[in-house]
């Protein structure tokens, strides 16, 4: 990642922080990447930053708990963000020649094709399927004197398992099957076998089966027999 990318993350994080939001955000996506080697702790940790991407994500799983009203678009202002509406649903993001910061929420019930708005942010979200499950299943890694909420990294990898076949756009399809191997091949390094099932035996049976329909798509037949090691004889 270029430096001045992670920069201009780190500054994002620094001003949640001080503003007191940064407790009510998840970050997710490809970015958890850069942070994971404070999980691993570890020098042989394999943080392969060809895996770039100008979108940064944060993930709102309860939008009433923000207590503090903090206009996002105000405080990245003078960092060159500037508001841009996509669609015809009016969706909201932050564009910066480096950077795109867009919010999410988790999809529950029906769902909508509508922006779910975060008046306490200023800014509003979109809802997707299967983000209840990273949620679900995070860890805290202190970073300059703050705390990050991410994704457990066999969350991140099983998330991935699961949405890469609704990629519609080639080049995110790929990275998203990447940077999953990745993570989950630096599990398996550290002997993180345990924790990668565990988890992926807490997902819903449909999901389960979903990532190792997906997985054999890809020939991923060793990830696809960790897996199956505590389901006996397999699906």
């Not at 939001?21 to 691993?40: P, V």
């Not at 029906?110 to 800014?123: M, Q, Y």
């Not at 990668?196 to 329909?213: A, D, G, N, S, Y």
Request: overall charge positive.
């Amino acid at each position: 990642m270029e430096k001045k990318q992670s920069d201009l993350c780190l500054e994002i994080l620094r001003r949640f922080h001080k503003e007191g939001i940064l407790n009510n955000l998840i970050l997710i996506g490809s970015w958890c990447i850069y942070f994971y080697k404070e999980y691993f702790s570890e020098n042989s940790y394999v943080e392969n930053m060809a895996i770039k991407t100008r979108d940064i994500d944060f993930l709102v799983t309860n939008p009433s708990s923000i207590k503090h009203e903090v206009k996002v678009p105000d405080l990245l202002a003078d960092l060159g963000f500037v508001t841009i509406f996509k669609g015809s649903k009016g969706y909201l993001r932050l564009d910066h020649p480096d950077l795109i910061l867009e919010f999410l929420v988790p999809e529950r019930g029906k769902g909508t094709n509508k922006p779910v708005a975060l008046p306490k942010l200023g800014v509003n979200a979109v809802a997707l399927r299967y983000l209840d499950f990273l949620a679900e299943n995070t860890i805290s890694i202190g970073f300059e004197g703050f705390h990050i909420r991410l994704p457990h990294p066999a969350a991140y990898a099983l998330h991935k398992f699961i949405i890469f076949k609704r990629r519609r756009n080639i080049d995110k399809h790929d990275k998203d099957v990447k940077s999953a191997l990745q993570v989950f091949r630096e599990l398996v390094r550290f002997g993180r076998e345990k924790e990668i099932r565990r988890i992926f035996k807490r997902m819903h049976k449909k999901w389960q089966e979903t990532v190792l329909k997906n997985l054999e798509s890809i020939d991923e037949i060793e990830a696809m027999d960790l897996l199956l090691k505590e389901r006996g004889s397999g699906r």
